[in-house]
Each structure stands twice: as C-alpha cells, then as structure tokens.
Nanobody, 120 residues
Framework: QVQLVESGGGLVQAGGSLRLSCAAS????????MGWFRQAPGKARDFVAA????????HYADSVKGRFTISRDNAKNTVYLQMNSLQPEDTAVYYC?????????????WGQGIQVTVSS
C-alpha cells in the first residue's frame, strides 16, 4: 500500500507562487496515476489536477488551468504541483492521491494534506 506525504505548503501573498511536493513510499511509483485535490473550509474536496503513470497525460480543473502545473519524477517517487498567480480563493488543504488504475477523478490512496493559505 502506497503512503503519500505532502510538503511545500504555507502562507503566500496573492500573485505569488508555491510548489507542492508529494513523496510516495512505493518503489513502483511509476505504476500509479497521481492527482491533487483541495478542500477549502466548509466545502467539499475538489479535483485540482492529475497526471498519468508515465506523465504523458495531464488533466486540470478549469479554475487552475494556465496557473497550476502538475508534473512527476518517477525516479524520485515524487509528484509536484507548481502553483502560480495564487489567489485567496486557492486557500485550502491540498491532498495528493494515487491509484494504479483509475484517473483523473477517483483514487484509493491519499496523503494527509497540507495547508496552503493565500493572503490578499
């Protein structure tokens, strides 16, 4: 069972950037489709971005297209989310997710989440 640990969150001013990382315990990381989700206070968890096993396919929520970029390094067992032009509405807990078969919206394995706060 793959374990996922997010890092790179924090507080940033509007217009700024952050890069989230998600390190996986599984040496067969390349067999997992990966995704990022977020949950703002009082709201449901929403899809943000996904990347296929090889990294050849990506998918984004409309709200982040052109601002966020998902990527992966299978040699480092890590998936990234580069977030640019951050806005206060991007404030949320961000979760990394993995699944060996399904994508882009359904996943079996989840990280604990990491807080991202964007101040106006």
């Amino acid at each position: 069972q793959v374990q996922l640990v997010e890092s790179g969150g924090g507080l940033v001013q509007a217009g700024g950037s952050l890069r989230l990382s998600c390190a996986a315990s599984e040496r067969t990381f390349g067999r997992y489709n990966m995704g990022w989700f977020r949950q703002a206070p009082g709201k449901a968890r929403d899809f943000v971005a996904a990347i296929s096993r090889s990294g050849g396919s990506t998918h984004y929520a409309d709200s982040v297209k052109g601002r966020f970029t998902i990527s992966r390094d299978n040699a480092k067992n890590t998936v990234y989310l580069q977030m640019n032009s951050l806005q206060p509405e991007d404030t949320a807990v961000y979760y990394c997710a993995a699944d060996p078969y399904r994508w882009p919206y359904a996943y079996d394995y989840w990280g604990q989440g990491i807080q991202v706060t964007v101040s106006s």
